[in-house]
């Protein structure tokens, strides 16, 4: 008689907090030893009411924040207090919320200085690459990005942070300000970076939109992993507005 096959293993995380506590003052704690993860090629969506901790999660891993205890992981490293700009070069950008351009630079510029970090003859190539993902930017090239409508800004945004090729995309809010019809892109965008291998994680209040291309879906409440969930049994949870909103939310498994 046959043995049965071992069941496929389970995609490793990339990313760990393990009982992290971190916040913006020694009396201002927003994680309260937070413990979580987010696996390789997979959008890990963060969900939950205002003051969650949603966003202080990727200001934590990106090195905006250091944690008072606890440990953040990298790739099994830990990353406590690494500045950003040593995440940048480690493969983690950072797309914060809201518009974070130089307005009065040329979109070109905005790109160039995105890429900071590069060696300067690899520039081209890679603004190339981003071009070609992102035809309506190279339309706009030699526009002020202040010229640009809220959609072609969020392209540019992510386009900046994908010069660097990073092997994880942090991004925050990406539908504020967004049409319809842009919101579908930039998550089709996002799916599309999953699937190439980019581990995603993300905060976005369009819920229902996000989890349509999310993998999997992980709520906070009062700055503690409350819920960890596929993400499309998730949407069809009848307690999903509630998990949002808060309130006794189900332990996670």
């Known amino acids: ?17 393990d009982k992290v506590v971190a916040g913006y003052t020694p009396s201002l704690t927003i994680l309260n030893a937070t413990t979580l993860d987010a696996r390789a090629g997979e959008i890990t969506l963060l969900i939950g009411p205002n003051g969650a901790g949603k966003s202080t999660v990727l200001k934590t891993l990106f090195g905006i924040l250091t944690p008072t205890s606890g440990e953040v992981r990298f790739e099994g490293a830990c990353v406590n207090g690494v500045p950003p700009r040593e995440l940048l070069a480690r493969g983690i950008a950072f797309v914060p919320q809201g518009r974070n351009l130089f307005g009065s630079l040329s979109v070109r510029h905005n790109l160039e200085l995105g890429g900071f970090t590069l060696p300067r003859r690899e520039l081209p190539s890679r603004i190339d690459e981003v071009l070609a993902r992102f035809p309506r930017i190279r339309e706009r090239l030699d526009n002020q990005a202040s010229t640009m409508s809220g959609g072609e800004q969020k392209q540019l945004e992510v386009g900046r942070a994908l010069l660097l090729r990073p092997r994880v995309l942090l991004i925050d809010e990406p539908s504020i300000g967004l049409s319809p019809k842009l919101v579908q892109d930039v998550m089709t965008l996002l799916r599309a970076l999953a699937d190439a291998g980019t581990t995603v994680l993300m905060v976005e209040q369009n819920v229902r939109t996000a989890l349509k291309y999310a993998d999997r879906a992980l709520v906070l409440e009062m700055g503690r992993l409350a819920l960890d969930r596929p993400a499309a049994t998730l949407l069809d949870d009848p307690d999903l507005n ?6 006794h939310a189900r332990p996670a498994a």
């Open 1 to 17: 008689m046959e043995a049965a096959p071992s069941p496929a293993p389970a995609t490793a995380p990339i990313i760990a907090f």
């Open 242 to 247: 509630r998990l949002f909103l808060g309130g």
